[in-house]
């Protein structure tokens, strides 16, 4: 057999004899259905598999168990595709909700599992359109899209000997996945851990009777901390709570108020600390701008405190885009002319024809808001 | 028809300018209405409909590869042909005008639709969108209005060339794609112009719509025969593929013709058009120049609704499945004003449509002025008319405008 493949552009070489070949029946398959390509057809009988095309990685929802009155935990049968993941990490995810698709991050609050599955657990945030339609009228058997795992939020293999794992309300997410990896398997992990778990109150506490279990078995030192009852957390009493602190590597998840102290907290001693955010800090706002998008001919006027991203999708664009908050990249665009403000940090980045790159400067559409006269490759 | 400015009588001489913006606003209520209640079923149904136009087309294919059976050969043509139909109409049509671009699914998106016709989404969104949705039916603008070779208004000068458009009409009629794909090129326009002139979009567009053509015929005419060669059905699956591509341009011509050419449907003068129309007048303009055909909910579809001409017209980026609920509160908006709703079954607004082409074809008032009775006198007029110069023919055209006029008075 020949081992040559097909000279068309655009089709995956493959250096086996039987790659050509597929190749060259996907190349008849596709001639037969164009304008479609047959995984436009394929979408509509098996989106799972494992090289799903352009129409990218999809999940099908297997269940949906509370996990209190205001969250619940969503488990996902990922496509073939799905590479896994390190606890820790998070997951985009795009949902159909009253008819318009929606993404937003989740993190992954299992280890990988035997049956494959994945899951998430969300907070319904009052008028949240994504955690309101996750948590209260997503049924098992619906198809959601998925991205790969993603995340620096990780421990580090091997485990250090003593860790400190600060989560305040959902920040609990990629903790929790930490722990079921950590103590779910065969072989337990050894290793002294001090979770400080903040929640506004007892009742809101996601996964607090499991790990109370945990606690109870001594694979962790858990302290619970309400915000009703014990008054919001002062950070510089960290140090009662957790006399040996500064022995312990940290890893902190939670609102933004509560890392921006323990930050500062941890920076005053020298001391290292991991974070993961939910959402990204808005610092600064200007003026404003036009914006144009040059292949869909669009012309937007924005505020200064909208970001470029929200503002093309209210306007009808269709957008590429992730974690919505700065992290992924998955939103990047090309700049080709004009200045944008990073929301996050007020950071200027401007675009100038003939000085900047040609192909224009790349920008993060979620979290940049106009800040002049701007045009957008795309 | 005459534009309308030119009419003796002006449909909407009634009308003050508060009423036109009036009617604006209604309408604009109207269109917000749908807007705000676009949501989970609709989604459902374009999904639905993609899903349900993939599968039988999918399907008559299969039935096509057997298709030496003659039985197999007529289910898998009507399939295919009802295939491409909804492709083009329900879906393509109506994907690449925005529709359902609000759902944000980069699959459904007037941005990323390629449909399967001759003619590129990138070339027929420009032509359509915004030419023929802009400039609808003003004469010289809308080239919806004839395709340039056809005289659609009394006021285009008569030449004896006309005398052959129902002839030009059917074969664009069976070649419909290709007509759109030449149209949105421009190309009688640009094959005008030295090749070295003209323009590089042209070119470009060009390019992309040979490669479309090529990619089509490929799929319906070597591609699947191949595949049915096995069969011993290679022919008879060249044969259906030809003739669903024959049904599906004769059915959207058909559609297309009874959205704007129907006697009593309105045309403009661009010059009539204010500089800055407003949003009111030129919802009364697109309320004139459409017609609706009347029928059962298949035939909605199988028009890709554009048998809500009048609504499409008014709010072409609203979901086609909507069109229905709202028809009634449009009617209402012409009754309150006074206005001519244009509505008809297919058969009927076809055979209207028809008629005006034939209609033209002759000069001004002979076919008004000619009976049974007096064919020979008239045949022998109408030759005088082709060969007389363009002198003798203008006095011959106002004796014979004249004597079409005392036979409407009497």
Same mark, same amino acid.
């Given at each position: 057999?020949?081992?040559?493949?097909?000279?068309?552009?655009?089709?995956?070489?493959?250096?086996?004899?039987?790659?050509?070949?597929?190749?060259?029946?996907?190349?008849?398959?596709?001639?037969?259905?164009?304008?479609?390509?047959?995984?436009?057809?394929?979408? *509509?009988?098996?989106?799972?598999?494992?090289?799903?095309?352009?129409?990218?990685?999809?999940?099908?929802?297997?269940?949906?168990?509370?996990?209190? =009155?205001?969250?619940?935990?969503? $488990?996902?049968?990922?496509?073939?595709?799905?590479?896994?993941?390190?606890?820790?990490?998070?997951?985009?995810?795009?949902?159909?909700?009253?008819?318009?698709?929606?993404?937003?991050?989740?993190?992954?609050?299992?280890?990988?599992?035997?049956?494959?599955?994945?899951?998430?657990?969300?907070?319904?945030?009052?008028?949240?359109?994504? !955690?309101?339609?996750?948590?209260? &009228?997503?049924?098992?058997?619906?198809?959601? *899209?998925?991205?790969?795992?993603?995340?620096?939020?990780? $421990?580090?293999?091997?485990?250090?000997?003593?860790?400190?794992?600060?989560?305040?309300?959902?920040?609990?997410?990629?903790?929790?996945?930490?722990?079921?990896?950590?103590?779910?398997?065969?072989?337990?992990?050894?290793?002294?851990?001090?979770?400080?778990?903040?929640?506004?109150?007892?009742?809101?506490?996601?996964?607090?009777?499991?790990?109370?279990?945990?606690?109870? &078995?001594?694979?962790?030192?858990?302290?619970?901390?309400?915000?009703?009852?014990?008054?919001?957390?002062?950070?510089?009493?960290?140090?009662? @709570?957790?006399?040996?602190?500064?022995?312990?590597?940290?890893?902190?998840?939670?609102?933004?108020?509560?890392?921006?102290?323990?930050?500062?907290?941890?920076?005053?001693?020298?001391?290292?600390?991991?974070?993961?955010?939910?959402?990204?800090?808005?610092?600064?706002?200007?003026?404003?701008?036009?914006?144009?998008?040059?292949?869909?001919?669009?012309?937007?006027?924005?505020?200064?405190?909208?970001?470029?991203?929200?503002?093309?999708?209210?306007?009808?664009?269709?957008?590429?885009?992730?974690?919505?908050?700065?992290?992924?990249?998955?939103?990047? @665009?090309?700049?080709?002319?004009?200045?944008?403000?990073?929301?996050?940090?007020?950071?200027?980045?401007?675009?100038?024809?003939?000085?900047?790159?040609?192909?224009?400067?790349?920008?993060?559409?979620?979290?940049?808001?106009?800040?002049?006269?701007?045009?957008?490759?795309? | 028809?005459?534009?309308?400015?030119?009419?003796? +009588?002006?449909?909407?001489?009634?009308?003050?300018?508060?009423?036109?913006?009036?009617?604006?606003?209604?309408?604009?209520?109207?269109?917000?209405?749908?807007?705000?209640?676009?949501?989970?079923?609709?989604?459902?149904?374009?999904?639905?409909?993609?899903?349900?136009?993939?599968?039988?087309?999918?399907?008559?294919?299969?039935?096509?590869?057997? !298709?030496?059976?003659?039985?197999?050969?007529?289910?898998?043509?009507?399939?295919?042909?009802?295939?491409?139909?909804?492709?083009?109409?329900?879906?393509?049509?109506?994907?690449?005008?925005?529709?359902?671009?609000?759902?944000?699914?980069?699959?459904?998106?007037?941005?990323?639709?390629?449909?399967?016709?001759?003619?590129?989404?990138?070339?027929?969104?420009?032509?359509?969108?915004?030419?023929?949705?802009?400039?609808?039916?003003?004469?010289?603008?809308?080239?919806?209005?004839?395709?340039?070779?056809?005289?659609?208004?009394?006021?285009?000068?008569?030449?004896?060339?006309?005398?052959?458009?129902?002839?030009?009409?059917?074969?664009?009629?069976?070649?419909?794609?290709?007509?759109?794909?030449?149209?949105?090129?421009?190309?009688?326009?640009?094959?005008?112009?030295?090749?070295?002139?003209?323009?590089?979009?042209?070119?470009?567009?060009?390019?992309?719509?040979?490669?479309?053509? &090529?990619?089509?015929?490929?799929?319906?005419?070597?591609? *699947?025969?191949?595949?049915?060669?096995?069969?011993?059905?290679?022919?008879?699956?060249?044969?259906?593929?030809?003739?669903?591509?024959?049904?599906?341009?004769?059915?959207? *011509?058909?559609?297309?013709?009874?959205?704007?050419?129907?006697?009593?449907?309105?045309?403009?003068?661009?010059?009539?058009?204010?500089?800055?129309?407003?949003?009111?007048?030129?919802?009364?303009?697109?309320?004139?120049?459409?017609?609706?055909?009347?029928?059962?909910? $298949?035939?909605?579809?199988?028009?890709?609704?554009?048998?809500?001409?009048?609504?499409?017209?008014?709010?072409?980026?609203?979901?086609?499945?909507?069109?229905?609920?709202?028809? =009634?509160?449009? &009617?209402?908006?012409?009754?309150?004003?006074?206005?001519?709703?244009? +509505?008809?079954?297919?058969?009927?607004?076809?055979? !209207?449509?028809?008629?005006?082409?034939?209609?033209?074809?002759?000069?001004?008032?002979?076919?008004?002025?000619?009976?049974?009775?007096?064919?020979?006198?008239?045949?022998?007029?109408?030759?005088?008319?082709?060969?007389?110069?363009?002198?003798?023919?203008?006095?011959?055209?106002?004796?014979?405008?004249?004597?079409?006029?005392?036979?409407?008075?009497?």
């Amino acid at each position: 057999m020949s081992s040559t493949s097909l000279p068309a552009a655009g089709l995956r070489r493959s250096a086996s004899p039987a790659g050509g070949l597929g190749a060259r029946l996907r190349a008849v398959a596709d001639a037969a259905v164009s304008p479609l390509t047959l995984d436009d057809l394929l979408d *509509h009988f098996h989106p799972l598999r494992r090289e799903p095309g352009d129409g990218g990685l999809r999940g099908r929802v297997v269940e949906v168990r509370p996990e209190t =009155p205001e969250s619940a935990t969503i $488990l996902i049968k990922p496509g073939k595709g799905w590479r896994g993941h390190v606890p820790g990490q998070y997951v985009r995810l795009g949902v159909d909700v009253d008819g318009i698709r929606l993404w937003r991050t989740y993190s992954l609050t299992h280890g990988p599992r035997a049956d494959r599955n994945i899951s998430i657990t969300v907070k319904a945030i009052p008028g949240g359109a994504v !955690s309101e339609h996750l948590v209260r &009228r997503l049924a098992p058997g619906a198809l959601v *899209h998925l991205a790969q795992a993603e995340g620096e939020f990780v $421990l580090p293999d091997p485990l250090p000997e003593k860790l400190l794992l600060v989560t305040a309300g959902s920040g609990i997410t990629p903790v929790i996945g930490m722990l079921r990896n950590l103590f779910l398997r065969a072989e337990p992990a050894r290793a002294d851990i001090v979770l400080v778990s903040v929640n506004q109150s007892e009742t809101t506490a996601i996964f607090r009777d499991e790990l109370r279990g945990h606690a109870e &078995r001594g694979h962790i030192t858990l302290v619970e901390r309400y915000d009703d009852r014990d008054g919001v957390l002062d950070v510089a009493t960290l140090d009662t @709570l957790v006399p040996d602190l500064a022995e312990r590597l940290a890893y902190a998840c939670g609102p933004a108020g509560l890392l921006d102290a323990l930050e500062q907290h941890h920076a005053d001693r020298g001391l290292a600390l991991t974070t993961e955010r939910f959402r990204p800090v808005v610092l600064a706002t200007s003026e404003g701008g036009s914006v144009a998008f040059e292949q869909t001919g669009t012309d937007l006027e924005l505020d200064g405190s909208t970001t470029i991203l929200d503002a093309a999708e209210a306007a009808g664009v269709l957008m590429p885009s992730g974690c919505r908050m700065g992290i992924c990249m998955g939103c990047v @665009l090309p700049l080709k002319e004009g200045a944008v403000r990073d929301l996050r940090t007020g950071e200027l980045t401007v675009a100038v024809p003939g000085e900047t790159d040609k192909g224009g400067v790349p920008i993060q559409t979620c979290i940049n808001a106009a800040a002049g006269t701007c045009r957008i490759d795309h | 028809m005459t534009t309308i400015t030119k009419k003796p +009588e002006n449909p909407i001489a009634h009308l003050t300018e508060a009423d036109i913006e009036a009617i604006g606003a209604e309408l604009d209520a109207i269109r917000q209405e749908v807007i705000d209640s676009r949501g989970a079923e609709d989604a459902a149904y374009i999904r639905g409909m993609v899903d349900l136009q993939r599968k039988l087309e999918l399907g008559s294919r299969a039935v096509l590869l057997f !298709s030496a059976l003659p039985p197999a050969w007529v289910v898998g043509t009507v399939g295919l042909s009802v295939a491409k139909i909804l492709e083009n109409m329900e879906i393509g049509h109506n994907v690449m005008h925005g529709q359902w671009d609000w759902m944000r699914d980069p699959k459904i998106h007037s941005t990323t639709w390629e449909w399967d016709n001759a003619s590129t989404a990138d070339g027929w969104k420009h032509s359509h969108n915004q030419v023929h949705h802009t400039y609808t039916n003003i004469v010289g603008k809308d080239n919806d209005l004839g395709y340039g070779i056809m005289r659609v208004d009394e006021e285009q000068r008569w030449v004896p060339m006309f005398l052959a458009q129902p002839l030009w009409n059917f074969i664009n009629a069976c070649f419909f794609e290709y007509g759109i794909a030449a149209y949105d090129l421009e190309l009688g326009r640009n094959l005008r112009i030295p090749k070295e002139k003209r323009p590089e979009s042209f070119t470009r567009s060009l390019k992309a719509t040979l490669g479309k053509i &090529r990619k089509q015929a490929t799929k319906d005419y070597v591609v *699947h025969p191949l595949l049915a060669l096995p069969f011993g059905s290679a022919l008879p699956t060249l044969a259906a593929n030809f003739t669903a591509n024959l049904v599906r341009n004769l059915w959207s *011509h058909s559609v297309i013709m009874c959205g704007h050419f129907p006697e009593g449907v309105e045309t403009f003068e661009l010059a009539a058009i204010p500089e800055k129309e407003t949003r009111g007048q030129w919802y009364v303009r697109q309320m004139l120049g459409s017609a609706n055909i009347s029928g059962s909910k $298949l035939m909605h579809v199988m028009t890709g609704n554009l048998s809500h001409q009048i609504e499409h017209h008014l709010f072409p980026d609203l979901p086609s499945n909507r069109y229905a609920e709202v028809a =009634p509160k449009v &009617r209402a908006v012409f009754d309150k004003y006074g206005l001519n709703y244009h +509505e008809a079954p297919l058969p009927q607004q076809v055979g !209207s449509a028809w008629h005006r082409v034939v209609r033209l074809s002759f000069p001004n008032g002979w076919l008004a002025t000619t009976n049974a009775k007096n064919l020979p006198s008239q045949l022998k007029l109408l030759y005088t008319l082709a060969t007389a110069d363009r002198k003798t023919r203008k006095v011959v055209q106002l004796r014979l405008e004249r004597r079409a006029k005392e036979l409407a008075a009497a």
